[in-house]
């Protein structure tokens, strides 16, 4: 049962042990992933308020570029020598503009949507304006045509600018509805009269997108929301993707979503467009990161991370295994070593060559065992010298000098013609014969729960009730003295097969109130009574040697009337007792 309590504990420890283990490795696994999954969602944000920020200062940029260079344009000679012209000449018009964008680096375009068209940062078409916003001339196709009520509108804004003549804004042209920025600055001949306006297109469209997703690596889907509701017009997603952004973008202005692109998590930032749009409706910019793609390199970790946490609760097993086989061995041969020390066997000592703390409970073991050794010998030799029931008071109260008063049997038992026979014998081999006779008579006491208080020469005294109270003292002591008398005869048959003349005894009982306690000096200490009663009791035993009363045995009328059973007894009368003014009734005690 031992053992397998012990095998018991082990597995528990190995299970306590894997199990914690499996804990914190699960708790340190959940945290990577919620730490990475939050750093994850903390750099997308960054990126996408930092990539509106890049396409509105990539757009600001552009067409402060294009109107420096619009400018320059518009104080050239040539363009001043268009006006000179009654009535203007839209080809020569035409001309003159297709070269000024060449010019300008810039390209002419196809028509939107086919092959070759132009990238996001080249303009796509320039047309000459009157001072009331009539159309002079452009550089062809429909798009110029489209585009006159945006140019007006932006020609108004621009007319009410006093100190910098010029506007920006952003507009859906053509049959396909591309979305384009546009500028128009002021002809002036000579400032400040304006006597033309000079209006640029730049497309804002797939080409535009995919230059500032390769800069910042976000997706981008260019939104427009109107009466029909949203649509995507340019993106760098699929189709599929383009129109979940579209549709999930209605009524957001700003802020971070995260919407579900075919079962990946992406975050979405949406922003109003940073130029202000001139035809219906409104047009929201949304810039999109995968989740998924952002924490591809953490996932690299917490894949390592799993294979690492079965890995090291496998280790960690193995290892709580033997340190759990290390612990329970040793201690399984201690629990078993208990029960040498429980019975009572203190000289074999437990062994165990370690020199950690299980090495240190084994010396501490032994310890515990000599000291057991040591308060088992204290202890028999405290019952050898007193009595069991005084051992057991000391022990329990401590040694201390004091007593209380309580109702106590006394009986004093003394030897006669010990002294005549021991002239005949050896110091050694009279020594040998008083303990023969204290060994019955000690037997007897015990036998009838008394306590042997002392040994007195060759004479006994012992105490009934005291240390331990009892109710029937009185009793317990007068069977006791019918007992002794008996076993001296049994002792004088021994010495006379001995060859050995025969011994005879005096008893004397008396019970009175008397103190009970340890008396003697602080040092040394011997548990007795006090009192009246002791003396009255060695008396009545000297008084047995008187033949007339021919008895071996004298008892006191106290101790009599104490006494609940019936005895066969002489009434003695009184006799004086040395140390008392008055006599003591005594009686002879024949039997029970």
């Not at 079962?263 to 749009?277: C, H, K, N």
């Amino acid at each position: 049962m031992r053992r397998f309590r012990f095998r018991r504990f082990s597995s528990r420890l190995l299970v306590w042990i894997v199990g914690l283990l499996a804990l914190v490795q699960g708790a340190t696994y959940l945290l990577v992933v919620r730490t990475n999954h939050a750093n994850a969602v903390r750099r997308i944000n960054e990126d996408l308020n930092l990539g509106a920020r890049l396409f509105a200062e990539r757009v600001n940029e552009r067409l402060k570029d294009l109107a420096v260079r619009a400018a320059l344009m518009a104080g050239d000679y040539a363009m001043r020598e268009l006006f000179l012209q009654d009535p203007i000449d839209p080809p020569t018009v035409k001309s003159a503009l297709a070269s000024y964008l060449s010019r300008m680096d810039a390209q002419v375009g196809s028509e939107p949507g086919a092959p070759g068209e132009t990238g996001g940062s080249q303009v796509r078409f320039m047309v000459l304006l009157g001072p009331d916003g009539a159309l002079l001339g452009d550089t062809g196709g429909p798009l110029p045509a489209a585009s006159l009520p945006s140019f007006k509108k932006l020609i108004s804004r621009a007319a009410a600018a006093a100190n910098d003549p010029r506007a920006t804004g952003a507009a859906q042209l053509g049959s396909d509805r591309k979305l384009y920025a546009l500028l128009v600055i002021p002809v002036f001949a000579p400032q400040p009269e304006i006597v033309a306006w000079i209006g640029l297109a730049l497309p804002i469209d797939r080409a535009f997108a995919n230059s500032l997703k390769q800069n910042m690596r976000l997706d981008v889907t260019f939104v427009h929301g109107g009466s029909g509701g949203r649509e995507a017009m340019e993106s760098t997603l699929d189709s599929a993707e383009a129109r979940t952004v579209a549709a999930l973008a209605t009524g957001a202005a700003a802020g971070v979503e995260t919407i579900d692109l075919n079962g990946d998590p992406t975050l979405t930032a949406f922003r109003a467009l940073p130029l202000p749009v001139l035809t219906e409706g409104t047009v929201t910019l949304a810039l999109q990161r995968s989740l998924a793609a952002e924490l591809a390199p953490s996932r690299e970790l917490e894949r390592f991370l799993r294979y690492l946490l079965p890995a090291s609760i496998a280790v960690a097993a193995l290892l709580a295994l033997a340190l759990a086989r290390t612990v329970s061995q040793p201690v399984r041969s201690l629990a078993s070593h208990t029960a040498v020390i429980a019975s009572g066997d203190y000289r074999t000592k437990f062994v165990l060559q370690r020199s950690d703390e299980l090495g240190r409970l084994a010396e501490a073991f032994n310890r515990m065992s000599d000291g057991l050794a040591e308060r088992d010998q204290v202890r028999d030799l405290l019952d050898k010298n007193v009595s069991p029931e005084v051992a057991a008071q000391l022990m329990r109260d401590g040694a201390a000098l004091g007593g209380e008063e309580r109702d106590v049997t006394i009986l004093f038992v003394d030897l006669r013609g010990f002294t005549r026979m021991s002239e005949t014998l050896k110091p050694r081999e009279t020594l040998a014969l008083l303990n023969r006779y204290f060994d019955r008579m000690s037997g007897v006491v015990e036998r009838h729960k008394g306590v042997v208080d002392k040994y007195i020469g060759d004479a006994l005294m012992a105490l009934f009730g005291a240390p331990v109270a009892q109710s029937n003292a009185a009793d317990r002591a007068l069977l006791a003295a019918l007992e002794m008398r008996a076993a001296l005869e049994d002792l004088n048959a021994e010495f006379a097969a001995e060859g050995q003349p025969p011994l005879g005894i005096g008893i004397g009982i008396n019970t009175s109130r008397v103190v009970a306690g340890n008396m003697g000096s602080a040092r040394r200490l011997n548990y007795s009574v006090v009192g009246d009663g002791v003396n009255v009791a060695a008396r009545l035993q000297d008084l047995t040697r008187n033949p007339d009363y021919a008895t071996a045995i004298l008892v006191s009328a106290t101790t009599l009337k104490a006494a609940r059973g019936s005895y066969r007894t002489r009434d003695l009368g009184t006799a004086p007792v040395k140390g008392r003014a008055e006599p003591v009734a005594i009686f002879a005690l024949d039997g029970a």
